[in-house]
């Protein structure tokens, strides 16, 4: 009997060593995957912040860049920080994270949207024909950046500091994160300012000859002709490719081209820039897709310096089947 209490209690020693160590490696493991969880955290709101630094001070000082380098380095601060929402997307949440990680992904989702909106308007509003609504839009982006700042500080970062405390890691809180560097750019005219001041985009017109012609139009793959009814299919998404031919001799930065339905709500898509005898194409969808016979109106923008606009708009009859 003294041998079988002996042989039981070393047993039920054993277990319970086997339960700590199994539990030990467990929080241990609980405990690295939330280290690792608040260092990528740490390492993507450091380059958000250096994101933010650049665009801005770009913003600030141009310097001697000129309308086509700024665009660029707009679209590569805008690639940054999408590829900084993908990578927070693919964040692993261990343990009581995941409500703090839904935040920090709204956080970048917000960024990452103001920043592509921003730099598709930039080729408009650095040139001349519909600047003004291209820098109100841009300005209007700057209040989702905002947001975004709110969120991070009020609800993502609070939420990770604390699930971090709650399992006894300390020295891991998570950086503060502002994107947008002062309430001056929420203001229209701080940032009409700031991209005046880029080179080429003062909104006088170059010396020479200035000019654009609306060279062809097509809905769907159908060559569309003024003075005749092309027919398309009703049943897919309508989309009108329009041609625009720079018949100047400067190139053309943020040109227009806009298409409404019989007179109505007009489209816009823009061409960021077309050089000297250059035709390039913008593709605009029509949603909801019309139906039965209607006239479509579109025009090309007139740009500064330009004295004939006659070529720059048509008038099509299409007929949906």
Not at 28 to 52: C, F, I, K, P
Request: proline share 3%; aromatic share 4%.
């Amino acid at each position: 009997m003294l041998r079988r209490g002996l042989a039981l209690g070393g047993g039920l020693i054993l277990v319970i060593l086997i339960v700590l160590g199994v539990k030990g490696c467990l929080d241990a493991r609980a405990h690295r995957a939330l280290s690792d969880y608040a260092r990528n955290v740490t390492q993507v709101v450091q380059e958000s912040e250096q994101t933010s630094k650049s665009f801005f001070g770009k913003l600030e000082d141009p310097g001697t860049l000129s309308v086509t380098d700024f665009e660029n380095v707009v679209n590569a601060e805008a690639s940054a920080v999408a590829n900084q929402a993908s990578r927070v997307d693919g964040f692993s949440a261990p343990g009581d994270m995941g409500g703090a990680q839904r935040e920090l992904e709204l956080v970048y989702e917000l960024r990452s949207s103001a920043m592509s909106e921003i730099a598709k308007k930039m080729g408009t509003a650095l040139g001349e024909a519909g600047s003004a609504k291209a820098t109100a839009g841009i300005a209007n982006q700057m209040e989702k950046l905002l947001a975004s700042d709110v969120v991070y500080r009020t609800v993502a970062r609070p939420g990770i500091d604390a699930v971090l405390a709650d399992n006894g890691i300390e020295g891991s809180d998570v950086p503060e994160s502002e994107f947008l560097p002062g309430p001056e750019w929420l203001e229209e005219s701080t940032v009409g300012s700031a991209l005046g001041a880029v080179s080429g985009s003062s909104g006088e017109a170059s010396p020479g000859i200035h000019g654009l012609g609306l060279v062809g139009a097509s809905l769907n793959g159908t060559e569309l002709v003024e003075g005749g009814t092309a027919t398309v299919s009703g049943e897919e998404t309508a989309e009108v490719e329009v041609q625009v031919q720079n018949q100047g001799e400067s190139t053309e930065n943020g040109v227009a081209v806009s298409v409404s339905v019989n007179g109505g709500h007009t489209l816009q898509q823009n061409i960021s820039a077309i050089s000297p005898g250059e035709i390039s194409s913008v593709t605009i969808p029509l949603t909801p897709t019309p139906s039965g016979q209607v006239t479509l109106d579109v025009e090309v923008e007139t740009v500064a310096g330009e004295q004939v606009s006659t070529n720059n708009k048509a008038s099509y009859t299409v007929s949906f089947e």
